[in-house]
């Protein structure tokens, strides 16, 4: 009863009701899976330890995978520590969706850890959301670091969204090796607010010829919110092509800052970058005052805009 009560409060706390047999879904509380539904060519195996779990998921060869597979990870209780190890691979042509919702709706002195390794094998795909709710006063130190591999002619693209509720403090690390015709595309949107300490450091290598990166974040900062952004991209190959893209927006007495790198070693590749940090655009101001909103309604939507 206790598990199921658990559960439910997971469930309930990202908004998700009863799924049907033809979705994948994947519950963990800190160290404990509460449940588990597969599909055929999705496997998953778990191994609990001391405050955490091993997780290895793979997806079999040539499988299309055509529902999102639902992942909830997260912990009720206002005190603890969450360790994830995962280990993925989308095997040869095969591809798949994942959605994983990270969820700490009473968190005051959470951390949540992850360290994982994707490997999307050649022709294969795999599209990753991932979605943070956190509580109104934070509380949480979440710090994920993901190697990617992504092999000839395959796909990776991933969403970082914490949107709702204050972050605590996030050092987000992910790095990417990107082969022949191989495409990453990196996106993290983020609302920083109250005493939040921001870091995510996103690199793309591009390896192989035809390779393409692009990493962009999006941040929106107020109060006392401080954020670092650093996207690097180093392009080896020739006809790789690369684009950076930041733009924070700052209030109050939030702090921002970009650190955008661009290396090229072949003359035929091409890489770019664009970062933008500031307060609130006048011209979109004062056109949104204009229709009858407020200022503040007006900033709630240019931002609304920002991170969607």
Not at 126 to 151: A, C, D, M, N, S
Not at 259 to 266: E, F
């Amino acid at each position: 009863m206790e598990k199921d009560k658990i559960l439910n409060e997971l469930l309930n706390s990202i908004g998700m009701h009863k799924m049907g047999p033809d979705i994948a879904h994947v519950e963990i509380h800190g160290n404990e899976v509460l449940g588990a539904h597969l599909v055929e060519g999705l496997f998953v195996e778990s191994e609990s330890f001391k405050d955490g779990v091993n997780i290895k998921i793979r997806v079999k060869k040539d499988t299309k995978i055509k529902n999102p597979v639902r992942f909830c990870f997260g912990l009720i209780p206002e005190n603890g520590i969450q360790k994830l190890n995962i280990n993925t691979v989308i095997e040869e042509n095969a591809s798949a969706s994942f959605i994983a919702n990270c969820t700490f709706p009473n968190a005051k002195n959470i951390q949540h850890l992850m360290n994982a390794t994707i490997t999307i094998e050649k022709g294969a795909e795999l599209k990753y959301f991932e979605r943070h709710i956190h509580g109104p006063e934070g509380g949480v130190t979440i710090v994920p670091v993901t190697k990617v591999i992504v092999k000839e002619n395959a796909r990776y693209s991933t969403e970082f969204e914490l949107i709702k509720g204050a972050a605590g403090v996030i050092e987000l690390d992910y790095k990417a090796e990107v082969e022949k015709d191989s495409t990453v595309d990196m996106k993290a949107r983020i609302f920083g607010r109250l005493k939040d300490k921001i870091h995510i450091k996103e690199a793309a290598h591009l390896l192989g010829q035809g390779s393409v990166g692009v990493l962009t974040s999006h941040i929106a900062l107020k109060d006392d919110a401080d954020a670092t952004v650093e996207n690097e991209i180093i392009a080896d190959a020739p006809f790789a092509r690369g684009h950076v893209d930041c733009k924070e927006i700052v209030q109050g007495r939030a702090k921002a800052r970009a650190v955008p790198v661009v290396q090229v070693n072949d003359p035929r590749a091409h890489v770019t970058h664009e970062a933008a940090i500031g307060s609130v655009d006048t011209k979109q101001l004062e056109t949104l005052l204009t229709r009858g909103l407020t200022e503040d309604e007006a900033i709630e939507m240019i931002i609304a805009g920002l991170l969607k």
